[in-house]
């Protein structure tokens, strides 16, 4: 997920916000390796670490999710 989309100015912000309660969260591990680690949490999403600060695919396919990755 990218952070940017969470500002209002953002083209696409009104569709992130549409989507943004269906979303489980972000990858911790990826979030620091791009360095967007402090943009996430200050748009409040969710960093997952359950494996490795991985998160759990097994989890969120068995909570009823749809993983999908871009």
Known sequence: MDARLANPEHKHNQRFTAVKPRVAGACAYCAAAFGVRKQLEAAQVELLD?????PSIRRLVADGYAVITF
């Open 50 to 54: 359950e494996y490795e600060q991985h």
